[in-house]
C-alpha cells in the first residue's frame, strides 16, 4: 500500500493534505516511499529545454530558500521536493511544485516518451 504523506511538524495538515493530494492525483508527482517527499519527471524536446527549466526552478529556489533535489538528462528532469528541517511535506514543497507545473508549460513540456533521448532515430 502506497505510503500516506507526511507533514512536518507545525504545518497545517488539514489545508496541506488535499493540496498533497492533488499534486498527486491530477498534476502527476508520486509521493516517496516514506510519504515526506514528492517527486515528477518533466520531459522536454530538447537539452537545452531541460536545462533552462532546471535554471527557473533553480532561481526561484533560491528566492524562495527552499531547494530541490534535481538530475538533468537530455530530455527530461526529475525534480524531488523535501523538507529537511523540520522534517517532512511542508507548505514550500507545495507551493514549488506548482511552480514546477507553471515553469513547466512555459518551456514547453512534453508527453513523456516525446522528450529527447540519446542514440540513433528509429
Ligand atoms: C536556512 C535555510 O533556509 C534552510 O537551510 C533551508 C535551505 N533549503 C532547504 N531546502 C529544502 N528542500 N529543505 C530544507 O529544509 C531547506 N532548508
Redesign the pocket.
Given at each position: 500500500m502506497p505510503a500516506a504523506p507526511r507533514f512536518a511538524e507545525g504545518e497545517d495538515a488539514v489545508h496541506l493534505g488535499p493540496d498533497v493530494q492533488s499534486l498527486l492525483q491530477q498534476q502527476g508527482w508520486a509521493l516517496d516511499a516514506d510519504g515526506m517527499g514528492i517527486t515528477k519527471t518533466f520531459h522536454f524536446k530538447t537539452y537545452f529545454k531541460a536545462v533552462s527549466f532546471l535554471n527557473l526552478i533553480a532561481s526561484e529556489s533560491a528566492t524562495k530558500?527552499?531547494?530541490?533535489t534535481m538530475t538533468v538528462r537530455i530530455g527530461s528532469v526529475d525534480v524531488h521536493?523535501?523538507?529537511?528541517?523540520p522534517r517532512g511535506l511542508t507548505i514550500k514543497?507545495v507551493t514549488l511544485a506548482r511552480h514546477c507545473d507553471q515553469g513547466a508549460v512555459l518551456m514547453g513540456a512534453v508527453e513523456s516518451g516525446e522528450g529527447a533521448k540519446c542514440g540513433p532515430k528509429p
Open positions: 530558500k527552499h531547494h530541490p521536493w523535501t523538507t529537511h528541517r514543497d
